[in-house]
Every structure is written in C-alpha cells, then in structure tokens.
T-cell receptor
Framework: GAVVSQHPSWVICKSGTSVKIECRSLDFQATTMFWYRQFPKQSLMLMATSNEGSKATYEQGVEKDKFLINHASLTLSTLTVTSAHPEDSSFYIC????????????FGEGSRLTVL | KQEVTQIPAALSVPEGENLVLNCSFTDSAIYNLQWFRQDPGKGLTSLLL?????REQTSGRLNASLDKSSGRSTLYIAASQPGDSATYLCAASLSGNTPLVFGKGTRLSVIA
C-alpha cells in the first residue's frame, strides 16, 4: 500500500514552546490530508482537513490559531502546535488517500507529544 | 453527521476461540468502511477495506462483512491467538474525499 510518514515519532517540549509535526506522502501526491488527535484510551478524533495550496478546514472546537496547518506541497503537510500546554499532550496522526484509488486512507505512524 | 459505534468496548477470550466484533454506523450512505488494529502506544495498522458495493472482505483469519441497509459491519477473527490482542477500530467515510469517522474501538485480549 501507499506510505505516509510522520516525523518526529515522539517529542517532549516545555510549556509555552511550539512544536512542528511533519506528514509526508512518500510514493504519491496528496491534495488533501487529514489530521487526527488521540487522547489516552480514546478513539481518533478529526482535527482538521489540510488542503494543498489553500487554508485548512478545522473541526468544531479546534483552535486554528493554536494548531497551525500548512500544506505547501503535494507531498507535505505540517501541523504546528503553538504555545503548547500540558493539555495538548496527545498522539497526533495524519492520513491521506491515493488519488483515484479505492478510497483507502493510509495513516502515518503517529507523533506522540508530551508537554511538560 | 456520521456516528460510529463499536460494541463491546472490551472483550477477553481464551486462545483458539472464534470471535466477532461489531460496528454500527448511523448514515448508511457510506463510501467505504475500514477496520484497523492498534497496539498500545502505536499507530494504526489497516486490516481490511470494504467498499460500499461489497458485502465482505477476507484476509487470512480475518473476515469483515458490511450490511449497509442495517448500518452494520462485523469483524470475524478465527482461531484467535494471543498476538491478536490489541484495540480494533472501525471507521467509515461518506465519500472518496471525506475523512474517516472512527468508533471508540474494541479492546481485545486473547488469553493463552
């Protein structure tokens, strides 16, 4: 199947700092990528839809000024958690579809953020 | 708005038993449905994808069925093994451009 890669796989940062997570489609181009968040023992909740060359679409309750999404190329979307706080500690995971395919969503390995 | 529900939330079975995990969705006009496995602290492993026109998909000891009219899907695991212990997630999408909506998962423990 197609490969979606995330980096870093885990990161620890101090409260108040910003953290950037990268999501790359390695063997296909993705005009749309989806960012999810998963708190411990919870399911995956959609945060936003990342659109190449345009603004991201955020789900209700997700602060767009706090979670900055940039989709500058067809193979890269980035999520920046600005002024991170301990409550932002979570597992962030991105996904994308191969255009014109079966519609299967491929997921990155996820990035675990811990804010101290 | 699509909602996905999975029952049971947790299941413990002895090794070798066949088992069924259930998934229901509120909007029957789904595009496709995917089953995933997630090990603790890890990402998602895609198990099976069922298109809206399909009734079932099989991969090894796994079989997933889809009944759109009733808004249900099941994941059947044959001859369960301790290595099958994980959380199983069901997710549905309404089109080829929309994201997946996930259920809360079923946490499976297979006891040796």
């Amino acid at each position: 199947g197609a490969v979606v890669s995330q980096h870093p796989s885990w990161v620890i940062c101090k409260s108040g700092t910003s953290v950037k997570i990268e999501c790359r489609s390695l063997d296909f181009q993705a005009t749309t990528m989806f960012w999810y968040r998963q708190f411990p023992k919870q399911s995956l909740m959609l945060m936003a839809t990342s659109n190449e060359g345009s603004k991201a679409t955020y789900e209700q309750g997700v602060e767009k000024d706090k979670f900055l999404i940039n989709h500058a190329s067809l193979t890269l979307s980035t999520l920046t958690v600005t002024s991170a706080h301990p409550e932002d500690s979570s597992f962030y995971i991105c996904s994308a579809r191969v255009p014109g395919s079966t519609g299967e969503l491929f997921f990155g390995e996820g990035s675990r953020l811990t804010v101290l | 708005k699509q909602e996905v529900t999975q029952i049971p939330a947790a299941l413990s079975v002895p090794e070798g038993e066949n088992l069924v995990l259930n998934c229901s969705f509120t909007d029957s006009a789904i595009y496709n449905l995917q089953w995933f496995r997630q090990d603790p602290g890890k990402g998602l492993t895609s198990l099976l994808l069922i298109q809206s026109s399909q009734r079932e998909q099989t991969s090894g000891r796994l079989n997933a069925s889809l009944d759109k009219s009733s808004g249900r899907s099941t994941l059947y695991i044959a001859a369960s093994q301790p290595g099958d212990s994980a959380t199983y997630l069901c997710a549905a999408s309404l089109s080829g451009n929309t994201p997946l909506v996930f259920g809360k998962g079923t946490r499976l423990s297979v006891i040796a």
